[in-house]
């Protein structure tokens, strides 16, 4: 093949070229480092590439009810199902984060005493996503991907974005290293203040439940306010009060969505035709939860009748999660439901029909005599809910994450498949000429990465203007989603979308291609 071959068959153009006599040929390269190309053929080789773009038919539409597969899952294993409550089996409105907000908001003023305008401030839902991280001694919300590497352009002081500049400054590096990211996940400090998402040593607290986001907008608001004020402030202060705050109105947020559940609750219709599934082909169900019976059995009540417990062989509340799963130290206390007040006998069997508070996994699987591959557990939280009981129980494991409908409504709009497709289409032309060393190839190859930065912060505008997809940077999966394809062999938007599969379906992981595989398995 002559060198003209050669980068024809790439670039799909052919055009005027010019080739230092010196340089060898490398076919599949866009140009050794001493070889020239005119304008001309530059600019032909982009045209092309656009051309071959937008003749290819767009990808099918994802299926909003998909259930996606991480780890290969056989159903027909599985024997026992179990569920964490909220967010999994307990789908909330924004009103719920709206109470958070404007609770945890009064707090802030009655109790520790911040200024009374503060309470003028208003839940923003659009400001944040799940999964970001918060630096509590810099006070900066930022978002990471799969390698601590910070995405620029969305890392915030209060509700400032920071330059690129601004953040080398501050951390010397685009990546963060592994001990400052996640220092909290170490020894007893895990077990004594996971459950808050701080531990006394940590720098950086992961924001990774669903309740985390009305907390993140509260402390992004105070923070602005202040600095818009001229007041002085520390920010380990502020996140200790905001978290403190949000914390402590946990129970008088139950009490009123427990008095007004059709204002907060969403009520999915195929959950009862799912959990009839289950039971119809013998399966054992129960339930974790950290949320008092009183809340939970009012929400239950509401979703699948007032029947719901004769779905369920264990009901635990107030379980206490992780510490549920990691100390065995913690006895079961069973539920007087008359008054609401815990026994103080011994429980050495686990019935159907009773509820029971705190106990261990540990006294969980040798009551019950279950074992970890029969188990399949789901919950929404994939760090707190589903790591332990899949690294340490060999449990198997599934993620109920509400952002996926929405996420995929955009993955499935013609904007972001454009926009999409000739992103990556375009990244592959610049890997293949940035070698180029002549003045005039890189001032072209230049304007393609620029064109290049302005579809990235397109495509990620189309998700969150601030921070963009749940689950992706830009070129790679989010700290989040990392968590997310460790700790959960299946995810889905919605336990119902279950109901559309065969209780003896397998879920297959796709078979992505590694870095150093074949592109395309087919030519």
Not at 121 to 133: E, I, K, T, W
Not at 177 to 196: I, R, S, W
Not at 382 to 388: E, I, K, N, R, V
Request: with cysteine; hydrophobic share 35%; proline share 4%.
């Amino acid at each position: 093949m002559s060198p003209r071959q050669g980068i024809t068959s790439l670039f799909l153009a052919s055009g005027r070229w010019r080739a230092v006599p010196t340089v060898r040929n490398t076919v599949g390269m866009c140009a050794s480092q001493k070889r020239e190309y005119s304008e001309d053929f530059l600019l032909k080789c982009y045209q092309d590439h656009k051309k071959l773009w937008e003749s290819k038919k767009m990808p099918e539409n994802v299926n909003l009810r998909s259930v996606f597969g991480n780890n290969e899952l056989d159903l027909r294993d599985i024997k026992i199902y179990g569920f964490d409550y909220d967010y999994t089996l307990a789908h909330y409105k924004v009103a719920v984060e709206n109470l958070i907000y404007d609770l945890g908001k009064n707090v802030l003023v009655s109790k520790y005493r911040y200024p009374e305008k503060i309470k003028n401030l208003q839940y923003n839902r659009d400001l944040a996503v799940r999964g970001l991280h918060y630096d509590i001694e810099k006070g900066l919300l930022m978002k990471l991907d799969q390698f601590q590497q910070l995405q620029i352009g969305s890392i915030y002081r209060g509700l400032t974005r920071l330059s690129q500049e601004e953040v080398m400054k501050i951390y010397g590096s685009r990546s963060l290293p592994l001990h400052y990211v996640e220092g909290h996940l170490k020894g007893l400090c895990e077990l004594a203040n996971f459950q808050t998402g701080v531990a006394m040593d940590t720098k950086m607290a992961h924001l990774a439940d669903l309740f985390s986001l009305p907390e993140m907008c509260l402390l992004s608001q105070v923070a602005q306010y202040f600095m818009d004020n001229d007041l002085p402030y520390h920010s380990v202060p502020l996140f200790n009060d905001v978290k403190a705050a949000i914390s402590s109105i946990h129970p008088e947020m139950h009490r009123i969505v427990a008095r007004n559940i059709e204002e907060y609750l969403i009520k999915d219709p195929g959950l009862v035709t799912f959990f009839e599934r289950l039971k119809n082909n013998n399966k054992e169900l129960f339930i974790i939860t950290n949320s008092p019976f009183s809340f939970v059995n009012v929400g239950m009540t509401y979703l699948l009748g007032e029947d719901w417990r004769q779905y369920f062989d264990v009901v635990i509340a107030s379980a206490k999660k992780p510490a549920f799963f990691t100390d065995s130290m913690r006895p079961f206390r069973e539920l007087n439901e008359e008054i609401l007040v815990q026994t103080w006998g011994p429980v050495t069997s686990l019935e159907k029909g009773k509820v029971y508070l705190e106990g261990n996994l540990k006294q969980l699987q040798e009551m019950k005599a279950w074992h970890g591959q029969e188990l399949l557990y789901f919950g929404d939280h994939p760090y707190s809910d589903l790591a332990d009981v899949s690294l340490n129980h060999s449990w198997r494991t599934g993620a109920i994450i509400w952002e996926l409908d929405y996420e995929i409504q955009c993955l499935n709009s013609v904007e972001y498949k454009k926009t999409s497709g000739w992103l990556v289409v375009l990244q592959s032309l610049i890997e293949s000429c940035q070698d180029l060393e002549d003045e005039t190839s890189r001032q072209i190859v230049k304007k393609w990465v620029e064109e290049r930065d302005q579809l990235r912060h397109k495509t990620k505008e189309m998700f969150n203007p601030q921070f963009g997809s749940v689950f992706r940077t830009h070129n790679n999966p989010t700290y989040f989603s990392r968590r997310l394809f460790r700790f959960a062999d299946i995810y889905t938007s919605r336990l119902s979308n279950l109901n559309d599969y065969s209780i003896n379906h397998t879920f297959y992981p796709r078979r992505g291609v590694l870095p150093h595989e074949y592109k395309s398995l087919f030519v």
